[in-house]
């Protein structure tokens, strides 16, 4: 029987573009759906009413919620193409605890800096850069966070990677003057076609802020 | 081979109650080194230098932080009693409740607990909102992982004695027999449970723990 894959998505989510990752590199077909986050359709109510959140994966009819779980699935199915965790439990904790500091931090740290000012900015400016350099110690001298392969923390950070030119410009500063090597690691990512054909433009992005930005009459 | 297992971990911290379960579950022999979180040990700050936080499991020298992280590292290098299903989505489902517990549950209670009056009241509409889909999921079930107690009942597992004594405190049913009754009885079912009920910590002290932490959460709003 075909696996049927349906993908409750939203273009610009750094959740959502995890899970276009993971697929790709499954070499999955799946069906992607574009949700109007101020009108949702009653599909993602019925798949996810817990949060009423994307991205949602529907699997066969079932749903999975939550992007880090998603991958967990994805990868957990489809065990045979490009592992995404390690077998070795350790390895895999060491996975697990990252991808939790990635989802703590770094989401609520930006969204900070393009919408406040002044202190409260430069507060959040300052800690987005600690984590960033402390993600970048994890990352050390290896090409992925999952050692010589591309795996579940580099799938979980990346995907940041295209808001990091709307961070810096509403925050006025530069990510890769401080974490050279961390924004190496994200052009490495890009040139696999997963992760370039899952993540948007930097400029659309920027963009888009900037209509929300005016919407909510943040100057 | 000899294993080394250690638990850092607090008296009351009811994250770490989670190991212990698990490693109880599991009849894994470990050693406790009990912290004091206002002097945190060198070995701590070592073992998990970016959160610094109980619980911590040192495995053969290995440390791994993060609560729910630890409990799955358990899963997965002892086979025996199992926390998680088998099949993939019944796994993504254990992940998602267990995570909706930490983001979510927690906080909502946590507000009616620090609230008065009439923010109170505002507090208990998300925090019952919560907790209904709680209930919905036992049904048909004894407890969350179906005849015995599994992942989300570990990860839930702090409901089940915290709640009586922050209602005891504010003086307020959260958790009603007649509104949730399959979470009041899960509560009892999983409370009960000879595991669990031999490591709840001590009650006088946690009615003193959380007493003071209100009134200093109250003061420090007030001002």
């Not at chain 1, 991958?71 to 065990?79: A, L, R």
């Not at chain 1, 888009?208 to 919407?215: A, D, G, N, S, T």
């Amino acid at each position: 029987m075909a696996d049927e894959i349906m993908l409750l998505d939203w273009w610009s989510s750094m959740f959502g573009m995890r899970v276009r990752i993971a697929l790709v590199e499954k070499g999955l077909k799946y069906e992607s759906r574009e949700e109007d986050l101020n009108n949702k359709s009653p599909l993602l109510l019925e798949m996810n009413p817990v949060h009423r959140k994307i991205p949602v994966l529907i699997h066969n009819g079932k749903p999975i919620c939550e992007s880090p779980i998603i991958v967990e699935y994805i990868d957990e199915v489809w065990k045979d193409k490009s592992p995404l965790l390690s077998t070795d439990p350790y390895q895999r904790a060491q996975a697990r605890f990252w991808a939790d500091y990635i989802d703590n931090k770094i989401f609520q740290l930006g969204g900070k800096i393009w919408t406040s000012k002044g202190e409260d900015q430069e507060a959040a400016k300052k800690e987005l850069m600690e984590c960033l350099k402390i993600l970048e110690g994890e990352l050390g001298e290896k090409p992925f966070f999952g050692g010589e392969n591309f795996g579940f923390v580099d799938v979980s950070l990346v995907t940041f990677s295209c808001w990091f030119y709307t961070y810096e410009s509403f925050g006025n500063f530069s990510i890769e003057a401080e974490c050279p090597k961390l924004i190496a690691w994200t052009k490495r990512c890009l040139q696999k076609s997963s992760v370039s054909s899952s993540l948007p433009d930097s400029l659309k992005i920027h963009d888009f802020v900037l209509q929300l930005r005016k919407k909510f009459g943040i100057e | 081979m000899g294993e080394e297992v250690k638990l850092f971990r607090t008296w009351s911290s009811p994250f770490a109650l989670r190991i212990v379960w698990a490693l109880r579950i599991k009849g894994i022999e470990y050693e406790t080194i009990f912290e004091d979180i206002s002097n945190k040990s060198p070995s701590l700050l070592q073992y998990n230098p970016v959160h610094r936080k109980v619980p911590v499991l040192l495995h053969n020298g290995r440390p791994i932080a993060e609560s729910l992280v630890i409990l799955e590292y358990i899963d997965e290098t002892w086979k025996q009693a199992p926390l998680l299903p088998v099949d993939p989505h019944e796994r993504a489902m254990a992940r998602f409740w267990a995570k909706f517990g930490d983001d979510k549950i927690l906080g909502s209670i946590w507000s009616v607990f620090i609230k008065q009056g009439k923010e109170q009241e505002e507090a208990m509409v998300p925090a019952m909102e919560n907790l209904k889909f709680l209930e919905g999921e036992l049904k048909g079930k004894k407890f969350f992982g179906g005849e015995t107690i599994g992942f989300v009942d570990l990860a839930l597992g702090w409901l089940a004695n915290l709640i009586g004594l922050l209602e005891e405190i504010v003086g307020l049913k959260v958790v009603d027999g007649e509104k949730l009754p399959l979470l009041s009885a899960w509560m009892q079912d999983f409370g009960d449970a000879p595991i669990i009920k031999d490591n709840w910590p001590a009650r006088d002290g946690m009615i003193l723990k959380f007493q003071a932490l209100r009134d200093a959460t109250i003061a420090a709003a007030s001002k």
